[in-house]
């Protein structure tokens, strides 16, 4: 069983939809949450980052953690074609090892 | 710099060369990451260094694979007598701190082997 477990998708959402993402993992030890976008071709991009159990809003982003049910959610608020991309969680324990679910890949469609 | 910055963007070298790639981080991060990333797959972690250890090298597949860090800034990814299934991009993020940091990428170095 891997560490974390994210659906790879493909997910399709219409323009404006609501978009939502989620991992779960099993590992207790992880104290660090984060979320990152990958454009094809390119290098991931820190989207969020969060440590307690809880929402954090950043404009569209809202990250939510909740660390009994060892689940972490990303949603993303009226979606735009540019939003296609991958998106990847990652988590950390206080030792330092970053681990990255599959990532999802996320299409926005017109 | 202002971003992590990796070296050469793409390499292509024949089987069973030698190959090293660089990453140079964010200035006063302490913490380096290096993953290889395969099409379709997320990030599979190699080994990381806080400062110029090795924190964790329990990634690295065999032993043809080593890392260095030997100023506690630039790190190279050194593989060698390479193999087709070494093909991928490989990645490199350093953050401010192991403990919580945030990390951040570069753009990656797409190495492929004929």
């Known amino acids: 069983q891997k560490e974390v477990e994210q659906d790879p998708g493909p997910l399709s959402v219409p323009e404006g939809a609501i978009v939502s993402l989620n991992c779960t993992y099993s590992n207790s030890a992880f104290q660090y949450f984060m979320w990152y976008r990958q454009y094809s071709r390119k290098g991931p991009e820190l989207l969020m980052y969060?440590?307690?159990?809880g929402n954090k809003e950043d404009g569209r982003f809202t990250a939510q953690v909740d660390k009994s049910s060892k689940y972490i959610s990303l949603f993303i608020r009226d979606s735009q074609p540019s939003d296609s991309a991958t998106y990847l969680c990652a988590m950390i324990s206080m030792k330092g090892k970053l681990q990255f679910g599959a990532g999802t890949q996320v299409v926005v469609t017109p | 710099g202002a971003g992590v910055s990796q070296t050469p963007s793409n390499k292509v070298t024949e089987k069973g060369k030698y190959v090293e790639l660089r990453c140079d981080p964010i200035s006063g991060h302490t913490a380096l990451y290096w993953y290889r990333q395969s099409l379709g797959q997320g990030p599979e972690f190699l080994i990381y260094?806080?400062?110029?250890?090795?924190?964790?090298d329990s990634g690295l597949p065999n032993d043809r694979f080593f890392a260095v860090r030997p100023e506690g800034s630039v790190s190279t990814l050194k593989i060698q007598r390479t193999e087709r299934g070494d093909s991928a991009v490989y990645l490199c993020?350093?953050?401010?701190?192991?403990?919580?940091?945030?990390?951040?990428f570069g753009q990656g170095t797409r190495l492929t082997v004929v």
């Open positions: 260094f806080q400062g110029t250890g090795a924190a964790d």
């Open positions: 993020a350093s953050s401010f701190s192991v403990q919580g940091g945030e990390a951040f």
């Open positions: 969060t440590y307690s159990s």
